[in-house]
């Protein structure tokens, strides 16, 4: 029987960047894998969540328990989202019976796109080619609220060419946050300029991620200070070395 899979899109990728989500579509359908797209799905409610907006965290969060409640996997490009749903989903929604048991049906298909190609489908090599240097940042909450550690390890390993470096201070916090960027400024400009320079000491010409968040606020960072470092979600990078790798 077919697998029905469903993209959690996240709002970031969806408004900013479109093609990591096209990215992690094309590697699953090279997967066998056909993934569909139920647009009533809107965000997570993690903003709203974080902010002490219970209420308005749960208006949102509803467009996602109806979206996905005819799926059997559920796939997201950010541990972060993945991470709402598994950590705060079931007590966010244990007010209703019906929206318990539905959050409570969510929790255990929803995955990190990493996760899900080395836990569900089993793969690790996907035939990418990518002759680089490139250096890892782990998301904090992808590795810490999720569990995301060793998976995207484990498919940049398998990418011919690929020479990756540590990263100094990995597990540091980028200063992102979502809304602690906002209402820290200062603090968060100070994280970021640190990993910014942790990044530019490894030498590597890619830094590459699983959440555009984090992503978004380094890159930006690195960008004001002049410095010459690609930036790339996960997906991204394996599609592009799929691609190099077929040629």
Known sequence: MRMRVALFVTCLVDNFYPRVAESMVRILNSCGVEVE?????????????????????????????????????????????????????????????????????????????SQFLVHVLGVTDLGAFFPHRVTYHPSCHGSRLLGVKEEPLQLLAGVRGLDLVPLPHAEDCCGFGGAFAVKMPEISTAMATEKADWVTETGAEVLVGTDMGCLMNIGGRLRHMGRSVRVMHLAELLHEGMEQGRG
């Open 37 to 113: 797209f139920p647009p009533e799905q809107t965000c997570c409610g993690q903003p709203a969540f974080n902010s002490g907006y219970a209420q308005q965290a749960r208006v949102v969060g509803r467009t996602l328990l109806e979206a996905f409640a005819d799926f059997d996997y559920v796939v997201s490009p950010s541990g972060s989202c993945a991470g709402m749903v598994h950590h705060h989903y079931p007590s966010l929604f244990d007010a209703d019976p019906d929206e318990t048991r539905s959050a409570r049906e969510l929790v255990p298909k929803t995955y990190e796109f």
